[in-house]
């Protein structure tokens, strides 16, 4: 599955044991999906369906900015579509230094030093932290990674 064709959030199946038959997705014989009820997502299908063996969805990954953080490889989309993703691109990871963080009503805007545009987080960083590591695809900067206190060396990360 491409990345523009994942309907975020995202669910995590903590197994590889999944199968689909007769329209149903199964994690460990528990059932994920119902694509026997009608609806477009995930969740109203869910609410539909009259079987009880409900597999639990425990872990909610908002955005790729998250997804990159997470150590699993199974995934259902908000339509329902399941994927495996294997990390195997290669990127770099640069410290900036933070010149400005710019608090807002629903989120904050990171400045940091050699990058014309801001990051958007949910919370300001702690003020001790006045560096940001981000990650590159490619040669362009594209996800805040992390926050450090110091400059960080420059490493890599799969995605």
């Known amino acids: 599955m491409k990345l523009e064709q994942i309907k975020w959030p995202v669910y995590v199946l903590h197994s590889d044991e999944i199968e689909e038959r007769d329209g149903l997705l199964f994690c460990d014989t528990e ?9 477009e997502t995930l969740g109203l299908r869910r609410l539909q369906s009259p079987h009880k063996n409900l597999y639990k969805l425990k872990v909610m990954i908002e955005g790729f900015q998250d997804f990159v953080h997470h150590k699993g490889s199974n995934y259902i989309d908000s339509n329902g579509k399941y994927f495996r993703w294997i990390k195997n691109k290669t990127c770099s990871l640069i410290s900036h230094k933070i010149d400005k963080v710019e608090k807002r009503d629903i989120a904050t805007l990171i400045w940091v030093k050699d990058i014309p545009f801001p990051f958007f987080v949910k919370r300001p960083p702690e003020a001790r932290l006045r560096y940001a590591s981000i990650l590159y695809m490619g040669s362009q900067p594209s996800i805040l990674y992390s926050f450090s206190e110091t400059k960080q060396r420059k490493t890599w990360r799969k995605i």
């Open 31 to 39: 059932i994920v999906d119902d694509k026997n009820m009608k609806g």
